[in-house]
């Protein structure tokens, strides 16, 4: 089955630190994703990959960056932290960009910044 | 510019009763359409998706949705809810090979016993 894990499922961060969500997929997928989620709202892309050792921006990449050092691992980066950057982050991966594929979503994780 | 609505952000529905969950899309080409559920504290899973043929598709757990192209809709239907299909359900839709999502904001449902 089908299988994206995320670390830490939790998190508490300071205003202006660093924080580093990560994210591994057991799929043998080309494509991963981090998303971002806040209440009352649908999914928002950040980054995505299609192969290691590049990203590409989605739509609201501003205060992100992320790191693809292999086909299993895909790492989203906060550089300095805000507080609008408390939301739930979730990582997929899929075969192929859009079309009729699926997207296979991780946990999700809650990071809240004070 | 593609988009998706989804009019009902909060519904209730009794233990056994039909749903409905509506989803609009704009977009002038054929899309590919999905319904995503997100129970809590998870990640979202796959319901069903739509991509070409008989506009009635079947989804897992006794979900199916109907396209529409006339009414650029794609809603979703179960016959009779249990308790345990509160959660919340997205409507996505794609442009095609190469293109990202784009997401509905979600509808959370409540099924009272």
């Known amino acids: 089955e089908a299988a994206v894990t995320q670390s830490p499922r939790s998190k508490v961060a300071v205003t202006g630190g660093k924080v580093t969500l990560s994210c591994h997929q057991t799929?043998?997928?080309?494509?991963m994703y981090w998303y971002r989620q806040d209440t009352g709202h649908g999914l928002r892309l950040i980054h995505y990959?299609?192969?290691?050792?590049?990203?590409e921006k989605g739509d609201i990449p501003d205060g992100y960056k992320a790191s693809r050092p292999s086909q299993e691992n895909f790492s989203l980066i906060l550089e300095l932290a805000s507080l609008s950057q408390t939301a739930v982050y979730f990582c997929?991966?899929?075969?192929?960009?859009?079309?009729?594929?699926?997207?296979?979503f991780g946990p999700g994780t809650r990071l809240l910044v004070l | 510019a593609q988009s998706v609505t989804q009019p009902d952000a909060r519904v209730t529905v009794s233990e056994g009763a039909s749903l409905q969950l509506r989803c609009k899309y704009s977009?002038?080409?054929?899309?590919?359409l999905f319904w995503y559920v997100q129970y809590p504290r998870q990640g979202l899973q796959l319901l069903l998706k739509?991509?070409?043929?008989?506009?009635v598709v079947q989804g897992v757990n006794g979900f199916e949705a109907e396209f529409s192209k006339s009414n650029s809709s794609f809603h979703l239907r179960k016959a009779s809810v249990h308790w345990s299909d509160s959660a919340v359900y997205f409507c996505?839709?794609?442009?095609?090979?190469?293109?990202?999502?784009?997401f509905g904001k979600g509808a959370k449902l409540t099924v009272s016993p």
């Open positions: 977009y002038s080409g054929t899309p590919y």
């Open positions: 997929a991966s899929s075969d192929a960009l859009g079309g009729r594929d699926t997207q296979y």
């Open positions: 739509y991509y070409s043929g008989d506009p």
């Open positions: 799929n043998n997928h080309d494509y």
């Open positions: 990959s299609y192969v290691a050792d590049s990203t």
């Open positions: 996505v839709l794609s442009q095609g090979t190469g293109s990202k999502l784009s």
